[in-house]
């Protein structure tokens, strides 16, 4: 797997958007395990 810079703030954005999609009053909210980098290195 490869980490590059700032990874971590796609996280944290994911987070955040789910945060704020929950407080809009939307029921089912999931946050994906592993992020965007791990999508693509199983070839989603």
Do not use: C, E, W
Not at 22 to 28: I, N, W
């Amino acid at each position: 797997m490869t980490i590059f810079p700032g990874s971590a703030a796609g996280h944290i954005g994911a987070i955040r958007n789910a945060m704020i999609m929950l407080y809009a009053g939307v029921k089912d909210v999931r946050i994906l395990n592993g992020g965007f980098q791990a999508r693509k290195d199983a070839d989603y």
